[in-house]
């Protein structure tokens, strides 16, 4: 299983581009790379997914070095509705090997948006 | 169109006490997943399923049990309730692209659990 880690917590300001990383030195081939934030007692909600290079959407940005170990969340100026826990998860499907399914969640980091 | 839900939000068990949790969505999604969140920790896969009458175990399986007769349905069985099981179970579905990416997995409110 590819292993994460991420800070177990983070504090910005209202307005200010928040980075959060997240490192997989055991990323496999298949993997990607997904980004999901939860709020206290709801279920995680996707923000953003990527297997390489950039990705952007609405809501964020994912920045994938060539290596794969690491990938970084960017939250451009972020709001107090933004507070909440970020996690990285890491897998894939193998779509033809059913019953080897490995998808790994991060602990977490909890980000404080301070107003 | 609710997504996915769970039932029940709630439950307090007694040690060795059986239950049954429901997930359902109604997204014709083909694959459902079971994960348990420990406080301060991350998902941990439980078991999942990629279409009705598929199950497969994932991370965490032992002491969990699950059956898809349906397509849109999705459950959760423990046979003999222990405290280690005290958490909050969250239901995930999503639809098959294809590609093999994990894809956005569209989760449920979660169902807390006490076991005491």
């Known amino acids: 299983l590819a292993k994460t880690t991420q800070p177990i917590s983070m504090d910005s300001y209202e307005g200010q581009e928040v980075n959060i990383t997240c490192s997989h030195n055991?990323?496999?081939?298949?993997?990607?790379i997904t980004w999901y934030q939860q709020f206290p007692s709801q279920g995680p909600r996707f923000i953003i997914q990527?297997?390489?290079t950039k990705v952007t959407n609405e809501v964020a940005s994912l920045f994938i070095p060539a290596d794969r170990k690491s990938s970084t969340l960017s939250l451009p100026r972020v709001s107090l509705s933004d507070t909440a826990v970020y996690y990285c998860?890491?897998?894939?499907?193998?779509?033809?090997?059913?019953?080897?399914?490995?998808?790994?969640f991060g602990t977490g980091t909890r980000l404080t948006i301070i107003p | 169109n609710a997504g996915v839900t769970q039932t029940p939000k709630f439950r307090v068990l007694k040690t060795g006490q059986s239950m049954t949790l429901l997930c359902a969505q109604d997204?014709?999604?083909?694959?459902m997943y079971w994960y348990r969140q420990d406080p301060g920790m991350g998902l941990r896969l439980i078991h999942y399923?990629?279409?009705?009458?598929?199950?497969a175990k994932g991370e965490v399986p032992d002491g969990y049990n699950v059956s898809r007769l349906k397509k849109q349905n999705f459950l959760l069985g423990l046979e003999s309730a222990a405290p280690s099981q005290t958490s909050v179970y969250f239901c995930?579905?999503?639809?098959?692209?294809?590609?093999?990416?994990?894809?956005?997995?569209?989760f449920g409110p979660g169902t807390r659990l006490t076991v005491t």
């Open positions: 399923s990629v279409g009705e009458g598929t199950t």
């Open positions: 997204m014709n999604h083909e694959y």
């Open positions: 998860l890491v897998g894939a499907i193998p779509i033809s090997n059913f019953g080897n399914e490995k998808l790994t």
């Open positions: 990527g297997y390489k």
């Open positions: 995930a579905s999503t639809t098959i692209q294809g590609t093999g990416s994990p894809y956005e997995q569209y």
């Open positions: 055991n990323i496999a081939t298949n993997d990607y």
